[in-house]
Every structure is written in C-alpha cells, then in structure tokens.
C-alpha cells in the first residue's frame, strides 16, 4: 500500500465520498461565514425594530438592513432614515446581555446587532438647519419652509411640543415616524440639546427584509425635502 493510500480514504470508495462531502460541506459554510463578515463590516448590517416609534415606516419585530456606506462614501441628507448607535442613553441599560452564540452570529452578521443599543429615526435636520414646530396651520417648517410629512403616522400632529432649534455642526435632529410614541430629539434638550452626532450612525436604513410580506425599501421621501432651502438662504 502506498503511503497516499494509507492517509486517505480509497477514492471511489464510499469513506472517500462522505469526506469529499463533508469537505465540500466546510468550504462552503467557511466561504458564506466569510462573505457574511465582509458585507456586515463593509456594505449592510441586520437590525430588529423593538417598538412602534417608526410606524407605520417600519413595524414591531421588523428586521431591516442599514446600508453602512452612509454616511461615508455617500452623504446623509434630510428624510433619511438612519441607525445610530445609543451614545448618548436615551433607551434604559439592557435587562440582559447576549449569549455567546448570539454575539458570535452577530459578529459575522448572521443575527442583528446583539449587546449594543441602537435607535433608528428620521433625519429631519442637518446641519445649520432651523427647525421649528409648529406654523399658524400646524406644520413643521425648516429653513422657514413648511414641510407636509405623508410618513407621518396617521392622527399624529407634526408635534405635540413647540420648539425651535439650530442644529450646530456635525449633528442631526431626528424624530420618528410615530410622533405620538417617539422619544426623539424632542424629548432629550438635557442631552446635548437633543441633537445626535453624526459620528453615531452606523448606517442608513435601506430594506425591510423580514417578514417577507413587508419585504421592500425604506422611503426617504425626498420630495417633503425637495423644496427646502439650504441654511442662511
């Protein structure tokens, strides 16, 4: 017997086949882990939707993926919906933290983002916008425009609370789609004013993708946005 023969099972034989197999098995399972890892660190990432602030935009139990080029080789603009990570503790600390299985599979991005907290809401406002709320007709208005919001969900008002803000360099102002049920950038003055850092987005929010009956992008609605001026204009 040769000593090729003597390492490895006899080609043709059934032992040589179930390894080719198990083999074949391992590649493909090391190449698709692999691949996984490459898109969530470089293009998109998983994430669940826990409450209805973004409703009806996006529904309890949703999951989505946030294209992570945003902002990076593509800018954020205003309508954008966004991830961002929760730097400044607007949600209370986790009940619990992930097992190891849930971090590992979040760490190639196989799960959503697990042992982090995470926020996801509308840019309303980017830098040297003014922001304010409400018109004499209930509106919200940026820039002195009036804005009619169609993502608005339904009986909202715009807002509930008057303001009027400046967002300072390098922030955003957010609110979610649900007004009524959001604590966004209005209800956080104490925080940093309640303006977001930009370096907190982790990504723009792109597809539902489960379940599959709600599978479809995620609307920016450029044209509530498309008649508003630039800051000083």
């Known amino acids: ?55 009806n935009t996006l529904q309890i139990n949703d999951r989505i ?20 990570r929760d730097d400044l503790d607007w949600l209370p600390p986790l009940e619990s933290q992930p097992t190891a299985v849930e971090s590992a599979l979040s760490f190639v991005g196989i799960l959503p983002a697990a042992g982090e907290q995470y926020l996801v809401k509308r840019i309303v406002g980017t830098a040297g916008d003014t922001v304010e709320c409400c018109t004499v007709d209930g509106k919200l208005s940026i820039n002195g425009t009036p804005i009619d919001e169609p993502y608005i969900y339904p009986g909202n008002a715009p807002s509930d609370m008057a ?19 959001s604590a966004d950038s209005r ?24 379940p599959l009956s709600r599978w479809g992008t995620i609307d920016s609605h450029e044209e509530v946005f498309a008649s508003v001026p630039g800051p000083g204009n």
């Open 187 to 210: 209800f956080h003055p104490d925080v940093q004013g309640g303006f977001v850092d930009v370096d907190s987005v982790q990504g723009k929010a792109s597809v539902i993708s489960w």
């Open 1 to 55: 017997m040769s000593a090729e023969s003597a390492e490895s099972p006899q080609q043709g034989g059934p032992l040589y086949k179930l390894w080719r197999f198990i083999r074949e098995i391992v590649i493909i399972v090391a190449i698709a882990l692999v691949l996984s890892f490459v898109i969530k660190t470089f293009f998109f990432r998983a994430y669940y939707i826990p409450s209805g602030s973004m409703e």
């Open 163 to 181: 303001f009027t803000v400046t967002v300072p360099e390098g922030k955003l102002w957010v609110m979610g789609d649900h007004r009524a049920e």
């Open 65 to 84: 993926f946030a294209n992570l080029m945003v902002p990076g080789p593509f800018e954020l603009e205003r309508g954008d919906v966004v991830v961002f």
